[in-house]
Structure formats: C-alpha cells, structure tokens
Nanobody
Framework: QVQLVESGGGLVQPGGSLRLSCATSGRDFKLYDMRWYRQAPGKQRDLVALISRSGITTYVDSVKGRFTISRDNTKNTVYLQMNSLKPEDTAVYYC???????????WGQGTQVTVSS
C-alpha cells in the first residue's frame, strides 16, 4: 500500500510563494506519474499539474508561468512550487500517484492553501 503525505500549505498574501511537497512511501516511485489537484470550497477537484515518470510536465492554463512541478526520485517526493499566488488559488491541494504498470491510483490527504491579504 502506497501512502502519500502532502505538506507545505498555509496562509500567504497575494503575490507570495509556497512550495508543496508530497512524500510517498513504498517502492517504484520512478514508475509513477504524479499529479497535483486542487479543490476549492463548493467546487470539483481539478487537475493543476502533471509530471510523468519520464519527467514531462503539463499545467492547466491558469497556473502556467507561475507554478512548477518537479520530482526527486531519490527522495520519492514530488513538489509544486507556486509563485505569484492569487486569491483564486485558494484550495485544498491534493497529490495523486498513478502507477503506470498496474494502473492503480493513490491519493494524499490534502493540504490547505489560502491566499489572502
């Protein structure tokens, strides 16, 4: 069983930065595609960014140029660097690991990000 633990959320002013981390347990981290999602109150959970097992990254248009997803396979960890934060970035951010061989997904518990003055 794979466990994911997100950290790094908090309260930040507009224009500020945060770095989220998602540490995974278990083996074969390098075989996972990793994604960050977010869910604002009363809204559905939406994909924010993806980094494939080979390191290819994609972003939703609203965060392009502001957010950067990265991974460290030696630490079994994926990161989301968030710069120039806006109030509309306020949400609970979730990490998802998708095993590319056995097609199984695992979710973290989420970390709250609040952007407010």
């Amino acid at each position: 069983q794979v466990q994911l633990v997100e950290s790094g959320g908090g309260l930040v002013q507009p224009g500020g930065s945060l770095r989220l981390s998602c540490a995974t347990s278990g083996r074969d981290f390098k075989l996972y595609d990793m994604r960050w999602y977010r869910q604002a109150p009363g809204k559905q959970r939406d994909l924010v960014a993806l980094i494939s097992r080979s390191g290819i990254t994609t972003y939703v248009d609203s965060v392009k140029g502001r957010f950067t997803i990265s991974r460290d396979n030696t630490k079994n960890t994926v990161y989301l660097q968030m710069n120039s934060l806006k109030p509309e970035d306020t949400a609970v951010y979730y990490c998802k690991a998708s095993h590319t061989i056995i097609n199984r997904d695992y979710w973290g518990q989420g970390t709250q990000v609040t952007v407010s003055s």
